[in-house]
């Protein structure tokens, strides 16, 4: 499978990156962490490690590290704005279970 991002989050990576001037594409990861097992690491890549694997989505890299992707296998990225808020939003097929506040996850 692979790791896609939307319209949205490929146009919100390639504006950030293009403003801050440096970086290679969007970094994905998890971590365990919270009352459900599991958070995601957002990062924009700076570089590509060698054991990372790299999905090309809307023209835009997207990092992984081998221990996370059997976590976001699957995930479709999107950059949702409510109001005045704005954050990436994850669609994982692997998540069974979320924490009631939303930060993390199990599988």
């Given at each position: 499978?692979?790791?896609?991002?939307?319209?949205?989050?490929?146009?919100?990576?390639?504006?950030?990156?293009?403003?801050?001037?440096?970086?290679?594409?969007?970094?994905?990861?998890?971590?365990?962490?919270?009352?459900s097992?599991?958070?995601?690491?957002?990062?924009?890549?700076?570089?590509?490690?060698?054991?990372?694997?790299?999905?090309?989505s809307?023209?835009?890299?997207?990092?992984v590290?081998?221990?996370?992707?059997?976590?976001?296998?699957?995930?479709?990225?999107?950059?949702?704005?409510?109001?005045?808020?704005?954050?990436?939003?994850f669609?994982?097929?692997?998540v069974?279970?979320?924490?009631?506040?939303?930060?993390?996850?199990?599988?």
């Amino acid at each position: 499978m692979a790791i896609t991002l939307t319209t949205a989050a490929a146009e919100r990576v390639r504006s950030f990156l293009a403003t801050r001037g440096s970086g290679v594409g969007l970094k994905l990861g998890v971590k365990k962490t919270g009352c459900s097992g599991f958070a995601y690491v957002v990062n924009y890549a700076e570089t590509v490690g060698v054991d990372d694997l790299v999905f090309d989505s809307a023209g835009v890299k997207v990092v992984v590290d081998p221990a996370s992707l059997p976590y976001i296998d699957g995930t479709e990225v999107d950059f949702v704005r409510h109001g005045l808020n704005e954050a990436f939003q994850f669609r994982n097929p692997n998540v069974k279970g979320e924490c009631g506040c939303g930060e993390s996850f199990n599988v």
